[in-house]
Structure formats: C-alpha cells, structure tokens
C-alpha cells in the first residue's frame, strides 16, 4: 500500500484521541455539553484571598483534588487527566508505554510564596529582617529536597514522560500563549520527518496564583469587569476591557495516517497545516499593520496546501484584551478579504477564559470536536458589538454549520504567533 | 521515504562567558588553563561570573536594555555575535526565515521586594492581604517580562530582527539539547534552511542558586576541577550566553558562507536514573548510534560535566570505556550555565575541530590526558544534573 502523503509529500498527520480538562469540567461530552451551551466557567477566585485584587475572578480548577498546591502540580495533575483521556480514546500502545516523543507546553515554574516563607522562617535564625540568605540556609539543611526536584522546568515532562512511558527526551516548551499550538506543531513536524509514527501533545496550564494574577493586572491585561464573573470575558464586544485568567488542559494523540489506518484506530481529524511568523513590534504588542498575524494565518493556509477561500471557521485566539480581538479582527479581514464576514469566528475563550499555555491545545481540541459535530460554540457575552470589528462572530449561542476546514489562532507575548489548521477524515 | 539527510553547517557563533567574549578569547583562556572562580559575591558559593560586556554593542536601545534582566541581556548579547559571525546580522531577508529555538529558564526575583515579604508576611494581622497588596504596590510591571521564559527569544525578535520563528525550550540541561536536536533535525529534512539556536544564564543569583542547593548541588570554595570534586561534588554555577547559526549546506553555499564546522549530529535522551549505570549505558547507546564512523586518534571528547553526583562519576565511567580518546570538561573553566552549557560545549567543540586542536587537561585524576595530536572530530556530552543526556558529534569541513 502506498504511504498516504499530502500534497507536499509528506505524511499526512491524523488525531486518533483527544482529551480535555478545564474550569467547565472534565472530559469532551461534559466540555462540549456545556461550551455549546454557552456555559462561562469564570467565577470569583476562592483558592486564596482577593483582598486588595482588582481582579478577583478566574477559570479556575477547583474541582481536581491535590495536596501540595503548586503550579506546577496543578499542571502536572490535568496534563495526566488529558492524557489519560486521549490515550484512552487513541487506544494506542499499552499503557504506560506510548510509542513516540513527548511535546507538552507548560507554564515556566518557580518557587512560589508558600515555599518561600517557610524557608525564610525555617532559616531566619531569630533574625529580624529575612532575605534570600536565610531562605538559601534552609535550603542547606537538607530538609527541602523535594523543592529540587517540583521546581525543575523539567519536572513536569519527565513526570509524564515516566507515567505514559513516552519516547525519548520529553520536550517542555513555552510560546507564552500560544505555547499549546507550539507543542502540537512540534508533534506535526516530528511525524513529517518520518522520526516517529506518534506524538503525544499536551498543553497544560495551573497558574492562578496571587503573583502570576498580579503580574497580570500590572500589565493592565486583565478584566477587572464588575459584572458577575461569567460576564467578565467579551471577546469581540465593544465594551471588553481584558483577559480572565484561566486553567485547564487538553491532551491530543497525533500519528501518522498510515500508522492509524494500520491498526484500525478511528481518525478523529486531521492536522493539515501550521504556520508561525514572530512579531518583532513590541513585546507585548502586536505590530500595528498586522503583519506579522496575517503572515502566520497565510503561512498555516499554505502549509495545508489549501487557500484562504478553503477555510470556513476561525477558532479565535479571542482574548477579551482591546489589543488582541482588534488586531485579529484585522489580520482575519486582511486575509479573506470579503469573505472575512462570512466566516464564523467564536471565541472558546469567552466561556473558559484564558488558559495560556494551554490555549492553543485546548482550542485545537475544540476545533476538532467543531469538525466532528458539524457544530460551532459560541462567543458568550456579546451584547454590545464593536463596530470596528464587522466580523460574525457567533454570538452568544451555538450553531450548526458546514464545517470542512478550520484554522485556530494562538498569539502570545513575546511576538509569538501560530496558527494551525484542522480538517476532517480524509477521504 | 525523505531524501537523504540535508548535511548542516555551523556557520556563526555568539559565546560570552568569564573568560570573556568570542571563541579566540575562550580558546587563549582555555590554552592558559588556570580556571578561576568567585567566591566572594555569592560566598561561600562559587560561581563564574561575566564581567565587562558592553552591552551597547549589541543592544543599542537603552531602553530594550532596561526591559531584561541581565540573563536575557547576556543572551541578546551572544545572539547578535552569533548573527555577526555567521555574516547575516541585518539582513532581513534571511532573518525573517530564520528559525530560532532557545534554550531557557527564567524565574529571576526581585529580591528587595521578596526580602520585604518575607520579613512583614508573618507579622501582618492578614497576611495574604499584604502578599496581594506589596506585590500589587512594589513589583515592576516589566520584571515579568524580563525573567519570563520566552522573552529571551522576543527580545531577540525585537533587537535583531529574527522572525522567521521563536520557540522556548525549558527544562534545565536538556533544553539545550533538545534545541539543538530539533533545529539540526528540521534542517536535515528540508524544513528549515537556517537557525539561531541558543541560551544563556546569570549565575548571579542566591533565588536561583538555592533551587540547586535544595538537593545540595551549588559547589562551596575551594574551587577545584569537575573531576576533582570527589568528596565535594556539585557545580558552580557559570553567567554565559551561547548562540549558533546552524545552516543547510547549500544555503550557506549559496551566500558564500564559511563553515566553522559540521554538525553531523545531535542525540538525546531520558535515561530512568532509578539504578546505577542508567547515565553510563545511555551514553553507551547514543555513542554506539552515532551516524558517522570516529577517526582513529582524530576525535576527543568535549565532556559538560558538571561536578554533580552521581551524574558527574558515571560520566567519569562511561569515559573509562573509552580511554583511548583525550577528554577535556569545560565546566572546570566556564562553571555551569544549565540551559546553554551543551550550546556552548558545542560550540567550543566546532572551534576545536576548525582548529585541529585541543587544550591542555585541568585534571590530576587521570580523565584529561596531555594530547597534541590533530583532530577532526569533536564529540560533545550534556549530562543534566538531575535529568537529560544528550551527545552531539562536530566534524572540520575538509
């Protein structure tokens, strides 16, 4: 049997299972019940206290037990539940032993305040003003091994690497926000080569912390919406004032078409192109001509071998921000032109918030599962359009639709763009 | 099946480390062979610190300068020396293809303001109340970017002009190989012509220090080589940045561009470091898969050994197996950069081969040997202090 090559001449790279967790629930049928319900999953935050927080609410993961609270746990943990999930729709391998590389966009891991203090305190030696000098003492006795080895950049990716059993060096990678696609991408490339038939991507996301919201807020990127919490997030809509932080994770199996059709495994789409182009403008701006977006969203359009007339659904990166949903709106018009009106583009990111590093998975999750029910989520909390923005942007309810080809947008700070672009079961 | 492997060239350079900046100042010190450390700024740590860049020179703009802490200065530094040195600094039509994937961890603190909290938290009447309200009132806005982890490659994007794309790799010494793994394996198969691949560090620093000394890594005076630490293992950690232009052959042929060397491979991998041996037989393995038959008496070892336990002493096993091939560890002279330290080890590696010569050994255990003999080859190891093994193999363009 011939090899199943795209019109490049590569191998064509299929999914064959796909996971999901975020502040909506756990799992596709309870994601998908609720984001084509329109459900917001924004609350107000109860983790830790808000006091003297401008911005008080976000999509958080309460719902995943754990017990040593840290980012990278919280990461660590949904990365497992997705991949579980995924794993176990692909059916492929034996568990524990996943026949390819491991590719897993995750958020940059530091010791966090908790830590912090009790190595200050465990080091001050009755001193009255504490430095890094008594937490660095603490750390000399020996009694805070474990912070070594949780506080690595490396230890989430090896932590999954060992439970599924994934091949090689696992790659831990951050694109900022669109470090989900980026993950996804490195599992298109590695199977076009023809160095694996396999990769498991994941994009995984447990950040909300007091620092990292406040980090945030000092950007001035945050909502700090005084609506209810589900309202906060209004991607597109005139009056959005900025993201809502969020977590979640979502898991996808990538093979190539050959190796999936050889075991029978079921082909739940097709990653048919990616594209990148690095905005050099500003660090957290995008160049105001949007070029380097509508490079990214025509660079992805062409890896797929198909053209701007091909693509009937836009998975926005949406983020609620003033800057992001009009620079977006402009590279969507700039590059379909005419027909850029007529493209549903929806914005998973008014009902999940904003999950960072694992946004491009997540949304890439939810392209698929557009594809496959021939159905399009809404963007929520669309009631007062901005005019500058003449886009359809599936308001406020979900929709069924004729859906071939959908391209899905991650833009990050950094100048970090990419876009893939997802179709169905080849025939 | 694809076409047979695109062959890649080094054809820049950008290193930045104590013993200064570029490869002759590296290789002068490295002939010298008197390593120094400083163990007075970070007492008792060791560590190897970068001194007397002027940063101007390759970030011009005061006010990018004041956007990065200074591992990400060091790093935007070593970059635009890469471009400089592979001829292509400016050039947008070939950096607007450019693919650059770095190496990096981040994570730097003001440590001012964490000295505060520390001190008031425990005394507040609501402590979570002050933690919101002093980071709210006394963080910079722009520290976040300055020590997160993908800003180093933006600030690449915005000082120089690389836009072709930006990747961050994390995960301490194994971003480094994988880096470089995945750039040279996009070039091999026709999906890259050319790519800046990198990372740097800033050893400065008692926050980032202490995630070493957790696990009783960071090395205390006196100094002593890698391979002399036996009774003291750990490492001291190395400010340093370390960039290459890593370039399809027929595009750097194409614009006229003179190998530094060949990158003829790069292995990585995750050994399950559970029993003793596990490092040891991974570089076994990845040796014994290297695509290109060793020259007899023309190839030495560029060993990144850090000093840390185990890693460091199954390194020194794995090397008992091939005795008959001289080893020099930089880390004796550079201390370690984590993220960069394979980048860098390979790129003194392809000066070495461009040079047909070794330095002198800095060891009286019997790993580095005296060796005048002219080489052809360079094979690099990257041995994480936690995780992560990785082998690279440099050969001289004939």
Same mark, same amino acid.
């Given at each position: 049997?011939?090899?199943?090559?795209?019109?490049?001449?590569?191998?064509?790279?299929?999914?064959?299972?796909?996971?999901?967790? @975020?502040?909506?629930?756990?799992?596709?049928?309870?994601?998908?019940?609720?984001?084509?319900?329109?459900?917001?999953?924004?609350?107000?935050?109860?983790?830790?206290?808000?006091?003297?927080?401008?911005?008080?609410?976000?999509?958080?993961?309460?719902?995943?037990?754990? $017990?040593?609270?840290? @980012?990278?746990?919280?990461?660590?943990?949904?990365?497992?539940?997705?991949?579980?999930?995924?794993?176990?729709?692909?059916?492929?391998?034996?568990?524990?032993?996943?026949?390819?590389?491991?590719?897993?966009?995750?958020? *940059?891991?530091?010791?966090?305040?908790?830590?912090?203090?009790?190595?200050?305190?465990?080091?001050?030696?009755?001193?009255?003003?504490? /430095?890094?000098?008594?937490?660095?003492?603490?750390?000399?006795?020996?009694?805070?091994?474990?912070?070594?080895?949780?506080?690595?950049?490396?230890?989430?990716?090896?932590?999954?690497?060992?439970?599924?059993?994934?091949?090689?060096?696992?790659?831990?990678?951050?694109?900022?926000?669109?470090?989900?696609?980026?993950?996804?991408?490195?599992?298109?490339?590695?199977?076009?080569?023809?160095?694996?038939?396999?990769?498991?991507?994941?994009?995984?996301?447990?950040?909300?912390?007091?620092?990292?919201?406040?980090?945030?807020?000092?950007?001035?990127?945050?909502?700090?919406?005084?609506?209810?919490?589900?309202?906060?997030?209004?991607?597109?809509?005139?009056?959005?004032?900025?993201?809502?932080?969020?977590? +979640?994770?979502?898991?996808?199996?990538?093979?190539?078409?050959?190796?999936?059709?050889?075991?029978?495994?079921?082909?739940?789409?097709?990653?048919?192109?990616?594209?990148?182009?690095?905005?050099?403008?500003?660090?957290?701006?995008?160049?105001?001509? +949007?070029?380097?977006?509508?490079?990214?969203?025509?660079?992805?359009?062409?890896?797929?071998?198909?053209? *701007?007339?091909?693509?009937?659904?836009?998975?926005?990166?949406?983020?609620?921000?003033?800057?992001?949903?009009?620079?977006?709106?402009?590279?969507?018009?700039?590059?379909?032109?005419?027909?850029?009106?007529?493209?549903?583009?929806?914005?998973?990111?008014?009902?999940?918030?904003?999950?960072?590093?694992?946004?491009?998975?997540?949304?890439?999750?939810?392209?698929?599962?557009?594809?496959?029910?021939?159905?399009?989520?809404? /963007?929520?909390?669309?009631?007062?359009?901005?005019?500058?923005?003449?886009?359809?942007?599936?308001?406020?309810?979900?929709?069924?639709?004729?859906?071939?080809?959908?391209?899905? $947008?991650?833009?990050?700070?950094?100048?970090?763009?990419?876009?893939?672009?997802?179709?169905?079961?080849?025939? | 099946?694809?076409?047979?492997?695109?062959?890649?060239?080094?054809?820049?350079?950008?290193?930045?480390?104590?013993?200064?900046?570029?490869?002759?100042?590296?290789?002068?010190?490295?002939?010298?062979?008197?390593?120094?450390?400083?163990?007075?700024?970070?007492?008792?740590?060791? %560590?190897?610190?970068?001194?007397?860049?002027?940063?101007?020179?390759?970030?011009?703009?005061? &006010?990018?300068?004041?956007?990065?802490?200074?591992?990400?200065? %060091?790093?935007?530094?070593?970059?635009?020396?890469?471009?400089?040195?592979?001829?292509?600094? &400016?050039?947008?039509?070939?950096?607007?293809?450019?693919?650059?994937?770095?190496?990096?961890?981040?994570?730097?603190?003001?440590?001012?303001?964490?000295?505060? %909290?520390?001190?008031?938290?425990?005394?507040?009447?609501?402590?979570?109340?002050?933690?919101?309200?002093?980071?709210?009132?006394?963080?910079?806005?722009?520290?976040?970017?300055?020590?997160?982890?993908?800003?180093?490659?933006?600030?690449?994007?915005?000082?120089?002009?690389?836009?072709?794309?930006?990747?961050?790799?994390?995960?301490?010494?194994?971003?480094?190989?994988?880096?470089?793994?995945?750039?040279?394996?996009?070039?091999?198969?026709?999906?890259?012509?050319?790519?800046?691949?990198?990372?740097?560090?800033?050893?400065?620093?008692?926050?980032?220090?202490?995630?070493?000394?957790?696990?009783?890594?960071?090395?205390?005076?006196?100094?002593?080589?890698?391979?002399?630490?036996?009774?003291?293992?750990?490492?001291?950690?190395?400010?340093?940045?370390?960039?290459?232009? %890593?370039?399809?052959?027929?595009?750097?042929?194409?614009?006229?561009?003179?190998?530094?060397?060949?990158?003829?491979?790069?292995?990585?991998?995750?050994?399950?470091?559970?029993?003793?041996?596990?490092?040891?037989?991974?570089?076994?393995?990845?040796?014994?898969?290297?695509?290109?038959?060793?020259?007899?008496?023309?190839?030495?070892?560029?060993?990144?050994?850090?000093?840390?336990?185990?890693?460091?002493?199954?390194?020194?096993?794995?090397?008992?197996?091939?005795?008959?091939?001289? !080893?020099?560890?930089?880390?004796?002279?550079?201390?370690?950069? !984590?993220?960069?330290?394979?980048?860098?080890? !390979?790129?003194?590696?392809?000066?070495?081969?461009?040079?047909?010569?070794?330095?002198?050994?800095?060891?009286?255990?019997?790993?580095?040997?005296?060796?005048? &003999?002219?080489?052809?080859?360079?094979? !690099?190891?990257?041995?994480?202090?936690?995780?992560?093994?990785?082998?690279?193999?440099?050969?001289?363009?004939?």
């Amino acid at each position: 049997m011939a090899a199943k090559k795209d019109s490049a001449g590569r191998p064509v790279v299929v999914v064959t299972g796909m996971g999901i967790v @975020t502040s909506l629930g756990t799992g596709k049928d309870e994601n998908w019940a609720r984001l084509t319900g329109g459900v917001s999953g924004i609350r107000n935050i109860t983790r830790f206290p808000t006091d003297g927080l401008r911005t008080r609410f976000a999509g958080t993961v309460d719902f995943v037990p754990l $017990n040593d609270w840290s @980012t990278p746990a919280l990461s660590e943990r949904l990365a497992q539940i997705a991949a579980e999930e995924a794993l176990a729709e692909s059916g492929i391998g034996i568990r524990g032993d996943f026949p390819g590389p491991l590719f897993l966009a995750v958020p *940059p891991i530091e010791l966090e305040w908790p830590q912090r203090l009790k190595l200050a305190q465990v080091g001050a030696d009755g001193d009255d003003t504490l /430095t890094y000098q008594h937490a660095l003492a603490a750390a000399r006795t020996g009694q805070f091994k474990s912070y070594h080895e949780r506080f690595m950049f490396m230890s989430v990716a090896d932590h999954l690497a060992e439970q599924f059993g994934t091949k090689g060096s696992p790659i831990s990678l951050s694109t900022a926000c669109a470090s989900g696609a980026t993950a996804i991408q490195l599992g298109v490339e590695a199977i076009r080569r023809g160095e694996t038939d396999a990769a498991l991507c994941i994009g995984s996301d447990g950040s909300v912390n007091p620092e990292a919201l406040i980090r945030f807020q000092l950007l001035s990127a945050l909502s700090m919406s005084t609506e209810p919490p589900e309202q906060a997030s209004k991607p597109f809509s005139k009056n959005r004032d900025g993201f809502v932080m969020a977590e +979640g994770s979502a898991a996808l199996v990538l093979e190539s078409l050959d190796g999936a059709k050889a075991r029978g495994a079921k082909i739940l789409g097709v990653l048919e192109g990616c594209g990148e182009m690095t905005d050099a403008f500003h660090r957290t701006r995008s160049s105001p001509d +949007g070029k380097p977006i509508v490079g990214c969203i025509n660079s992805a359009i062409a890896d797929a071998g198909l053209s *701007p007339d091909d693509i009937d659904h836009i998975n926005a990166h949406g983020t609620s921000t003033p800057e992001n949903d009009k620079m977006e709106s402009l590279g969507v018009i700039t590059v379909f032109g005419e027909r850029a009106t007529q493209i549903p583009i929806s914005s998973n990111k008014s009902m999940i918030g904003h999950t960072l590093s694992a946004a491009g998975a997540i949304e890439a999750v939810v392209s698929l599962m557009t594809l496959q029910n021939q159905r399009i989520p809404p /963007t929520i909390n669309h009631r007062v359009p901005d005019p500058a923005i003449p886009l359809d942007v599936v308001p406020n309810e979900a929709r069924d639709a004729r859906v071939t080809h959908v391209i899905s $947008n991650s833009f990050g700070f950094g100048g970090q763009n990419v876009s893939l672009v997802m179709g169905g079961e080849p025939q | 099946m694809a076409d047979q492997a695109r062959e890649a060239w080094i054809t820049g350079i950008g290193i930045v480390s104590c013993l200064g900046e570029g490869p002759d100042a590296h290789w002068k010190a490295l002939q010298e062979a008197r390593p120094a450390a400083d163990d007075q700024t970070q007492a008792p740590y060791l %560590i190897h610190p970068v001194d007397g860049l002027d940063y101007d020179k390759q970030i011009p703009k005061k &006010g990018d300068q004041r956007q990065m802490e200074p591992w990400q200065r %060091i790093g935007t530094y070593a970059a635009g020396l890469a471009l400089e040195s592979a001829g292509v600094k &400016g050039n947008t039509s070939i950096l607007s293809r450019m693919d650059m994937i770095v190496a990096a961890g981040g994570g730097e603190r003001d440590q001012a303001v964490d000295s505060a %909290i520390m001190t008031g938290m425990p005394k507040a009447p609501e402590p979570e109340a002050f933690l919101n309200e002093r980071l709210t009132s006394d963080l910079r806005p722009t520290l976040f970017l300055a020590q997160l982890s993908n800003l180093l490659a933006g600030n690449i994007s915005i000082v120089h002009g690389v836009t072709g794309s930006s990747r961050t790799f994390m995960g301490e010494e194994s971003s480094g190989v994988n880096a470089l793994r995945i750039a040279l394996a996009r070039i091999q198969a026709g999906q890259s012509d050319i790519g800046l691949v990198g990372g740097s560090y800033n050893a400065d620093r008692p926050d980032l220090l202490m995630l070493y000394e957790f696990a009783g890594h960071a090395l205390k005076a006196p100094f002593a080589p890698v391979w002399e630490r036996k009774d003291r293992s750990g490492f001291a950690l190395g400010s340093m940045g370390a960039f290459l232009i %890593i370039e399809a052959r027929e595009h750097a042929q194409a614009r006229g561009a003179v190998p530094i060397a060949r990158l003829t491979a790069t292995l990585a991998d995750n050994a399950r470091r559970q029993n003793p041996g596990a490092i040891k037989d991974s570089l076994e393995r990845m040796w014994a898969t290297l695509p290109a038959p060793l020259l007899p008496d023309r190839h030495v070892i560029i060993s990144g050994a850090t000093g840390a336990a185990p890693a460091t002493a199954e390194e020194r096993d794995f090397l008992s197996n091939h005795r008959d091939v001289a !080893v020099r560890a930089t880390g004796t002279y550079l201390g370690h950069g !984590v993220e960069p330290q394979f980048l860098m080890n !390979v790129a003194l590696a392809a000066v070495a081969v461009n040079r047909g010569e070794l330095f002198p050994p800095c060891d009286t255990t019997g790993v580095e040997r005296p060796f005048s &003999g002219s080489i052809a080859q360079a094979i !690099v190891t990257g041995v994480g202090h936690w995780r992560g093994e990785g082998l690279a193999l440099v050969e001289a363009v004939s």
